[in-house]
């Protein structure tokens, strides 16, 4: 009789066992909810929408931050460090290059100025004295 108890008692801790992990398992998958979807949550967005909601964390204005780049380069390294997708990184970079300024130019004025001061000024020479006779 305790012969008896001692194998109802194993199987039934080896069903409970498995059924314990059964559970277990289940609810593991139902927490997980499938596959997730990856979502790009740039879709959609226009260029500076991309920069307001991105970039304007570190920079203040889109203005000067191409520096003169070419569009295809500023694209790889945003599309490597920056953006979710291709066309992502593609229009932001066209924006950027669009809204870069060009280095300025020294005006006329700044330039004969800058010349003037590095010059010594000329005097009108001295008169000569006239020899004796």
């Not at 500076?48 to 204005?61: E, G, K, M, Q, T």
């Amino acid at each position: 009789m305790k012969r008896s108890m001692r194998l109802l008692s194993s199987k039934r801790s080896g069903l409970s066992t498995l059924g314990g992990c059964l559970i277990v398992v289940g609810a593991l998958y139902s927490w997980s909810g499938g596959a997730a979807l990856a979502q790009n949550i740039d879709e959609g967005k226009s260029a500076p929408r991309l920069f307001a909601d991105s970039c304007v964390n570190c920079h203040r204005s889109a203005t000067g931050l191409a520096k003169g780049r070419f569009r295809p380069t500023l694209f790889l390294f945003l599309q490597d460090h920056y953006t979710a997708s291709t066309s992502a990184a593609w229009e932001l970079s066209s924006y950027l290059v669009d809204v870069d300024t060009p280095p300025k130019s020294r005006s006329q004025k700044t330039k004969q100025a800058k010349t003037a001061t590095r010059r010594p000024a000329t005097r009108p020479p001295a008169p000569v004295p006239s020899a004796p006779q």
